[in-house]
């Protein structure tokens, strides 16, 4: 190949590689403001379903309020004063028709009021039972809509918040990936999309190299570590683990030709045991590897 040919060819490398780097840092970053969207509605979620239920709960308190000490005039008043924090149309519904009977219950005690004890109308005391028997029926029946309701909201905010929760972490990832450039090793110039932590490539995480290798997977201090697929530019591939940026472990090593090597690694080698298989997937050698070669029985 001439140095021209070379030259164009290590050009159209980079700018392939550039462009590729471009394309996961904003979907990275239109992908986490996405799910900056999705926590605050599911936080307004979270916030409308505990804000009803405590709404609820005061209703009920009010209620046995104006049944135990027959103080209308301040359950009306505690009333309006509820009915002003409500956003909700059921709960606006329950309020007004609690006022407008407390209303009506003062206006019965006032015409009490005005005459003695002896001569209190039958049909006021009537009114005034019925009153009462209506009003603790309701409150019955608040009562059992509201063991209900907790219920419901138990469940609705145990899911929300575990979900709020899976959001929130998926977020933190999303908002640590940067975009670095530092050294291999080996000297070679590394390009990286990932997670970053105190100013290094720690966690998840693309490397692409410029001779055109490409890495994805764990990293520690700029190094590889963990589980991790290298693949190389003419084709030559590695699954497996790592260890301060070499393959130390487990791991699978895959040729263009079809063969591949399955078994332990020690520092950039294959050490251990291994199987050797050929393209067609017949084992070729099982045994002990020492330094990338073969140990003979």
């Known amino acids: 190949m001439s140095l021209n040919n070379y030259r164009f060819?290590?050009?159209?490398?980079?700018?392939?590689l550039l462009l590729l780097l471009l394309a996961l840092f904003f979907w990275a970053f239109f992908n986490g403001k996405k799910h900056k969207k999705e926590l605050k509605e599911l936080k307004s979620d979270v916030s409308a379903i505990e804000s009803e239920k405590d709404i609820l709960a005061k209703i009920i308190a009010i209620d046995g309020k104006l049944?135990?000490?027959?103080?209308?005039?301040?359950?009306?008043?505690?009333?309006?004063?509820?009915?002003?924090?409500?956003?909700?149309?059921?709960?606006?519904?329950?309020?007004?028709?609690?006022?407008?009977?407390?209303?009506?219950?003062?206006?019965?005690?006032?015409?009490?009021?005005a005459n003695s004890e002896n001569t209190i109308p039958q049909s006021v005391l009537r009114v005034k039972n019925e009153r009462i028997n209506s009003l603790e029926a309701d409150l019955e029946k608040l009562k059992n809509q509201y063991n209900s309701k907790t219920d419901s909201f138990k469940s609705a905010l145990s899911s929300a918040k575990a979900s709020l929760k899976q959001k929130e972490k998926a977020l933190n990832r999303k908002e640590k990936i940067q975009v670095l450039t530092f050294?291999?090793?080996?000297?070679?110039?590394?390009?990286?999309?990932?997670?970053?932590?105190?100013?290094?490539?720690?966690?998840?995480?693309?490397?692409?190299?410029?001779?055109?290798?490409i890495y994805r997977g764990d990293w520690e201090d700029n190094l590889r570590h963990g589980q991790g697929t290298f693949e190389w530019a003419d084709g030559e591939k590695y699954e497996g683990e790592y260890k301060k940026g070499k393959r130390d472990g487990e791991g699978t090593y895959h040729w263009p030709s079809g063969e591949r090597?399955?078994?332990?690694?020690e520092d950039d080698r294959r050490n251990g045991f291994g199987k050797l298989f050929d393209k067609n997937g017949n084992i070729r050698y099982e045994g002990q590897w020492k330094d990338d070669k073969p140990v003979d029985k």
């Open 261 to 265: 090597y399955e078994g332990a690694w």
């Open 9 to 16: 060819s290590s050009a159209i490398i980079f700018i392939g």
């Open 183 to 213: 050294q291999s090793i080996k000297g070679t110039t590394v390009n990286y999309l990932g997670e970053v932590s105190n100013g290094k490539a720690n966690g998840g995480g693309v490397g692409i190299w410029t001779t055109g290798s």
């Open 67 to 113: 049944i135990l000490e027959e103080n209308y005039e301040s359950a009306q008043k505690e009333y309006q004063d509820l009915l002003a924090d409500v956003s909700s149309n059921e709960l606006s519904q329950k309020l007004e028709s609690r006022i407008e009977k407390s209303k009506k219950n003062i206006s019965i005690a006032k015409e009490m009021d």
